[in-house]
């Protein structure tokens, strides 16, 4: 199994500032790592796919980057409506039949 | 735009079943291109991917579930069911479907989710 640890674990911003969110893989996962955002009651959200594609509608202020075991999400000109929980997933499985998909805990994201 | 939709009882005894299903609308789950999938998120232990069925009824499970899981599909009303045996409180989580799409079987993100539904295994 490859662990996903994210940090920080909480982040306090203010407006218009840019924001940088790591993500740690266990294994080297090449470039299959996604990004996920969680409002408050919401379901997750794709941002991101393959380390640096932004999901149909994401805004480009949303940007992904990293390979192997060291990613970043990076958030720019933040918005209130930015304040959620950001996940990433790795799909790298080596045994192709045999799949199986893990999260980071999540970084929790409050916009002052 | 694929919409889907999880339904079920939201309170469980201890040692049943589990039972789930998951509506898809907007589109056909009969399509080769996607594998339709079952996950949950608990307060503490976070998301956790529980597996997901190609439209064939070719099944994939976490293997930590894989014992107690059975995921199947029902093609002509666009559904997805899960069934989880024998549960405990540690299965207590909000469940989600999902569409998974990407590069074949075992290389796929998900998108979209379902609004979830929580359910609680109670002794």
């Known amino acids: 199994e490859t662990v996903l640890t994210q940090s920080p674990a909480t982040l306090s911003v203010s407006p218009g500032e840019r924001v940088a969110l790591s993500c740690r893989a266990s294994q080297d996962v090449g470039t299959s790592l996604a990004w996920y955002q969680q409002t408050p009651g919401q379901s997750p959200r794709l941002l991101i796919y393959?380390?640096?594609s932004r999901a149909t509608g994401i805004p480009l202020r949303f940007s992904g980057s990293g390979s192997g075991t060291e990613f970043t999400l990076t958030i720019s000109r933040l918005e209130s409506e930015d304040s959620a929980i950001y996940f990433c997933?790795?799909?790298?499985?080596?045994?192709?039949?045999?799949?199986?998909?893990?999260f980071g805990q999540g970084t929790r994201l409050e916009i002052k | 735009q694929v919409h889907l939709q999880e339904s079920g009882p939201g309170l469980v005894q201890s040692s049943q079943t589990l039972s789930l299903t998951c509506t898809v609308s907007?589109?056909?789950?009969?399509?080769?291109?996607?594998?339709w999938s079952w996950l949950r998120q608990h307060p503490v232990k976070g998301l956790e991917w529980l597996g997901y069925?190609?439209?064939?009824?070719?099944?994939y499970y976490n293997p930590s579930l894989e014992s107690r899981l059975v995921i199947s599909i029902d093609s002509p009303n666009n559904q997805i069911a899960l069934k989880l045996k024998s549960v405990t409180a540690a299965d207590t989580a909000v469940y989600y479907c999902?569409?998974?799409?990407?590069?074949?079987?075992?290389?796929?993100?998900?998108?979209?989710w379902g609004q979830g539904t929580l359910v609680t295994v109670s002794s």
């Open positions: 907007g589109g056909s789950i009969n399509t080769g291109t996607y594998y």
């Open positions: 999902a569409k998974a799409l990407g590069f074949g079987v075992s290389n796929n993100w998900f998108d979209p």
């Open positions: 997933q790795q799909y790298k499985n080596s045994n192709t039949w045999r799949p199986w998909f893990t």
């Open positions: 393959e380390t640096s």
């Open positions: 069925i190609y439209y064939t009824g070719s099944t």
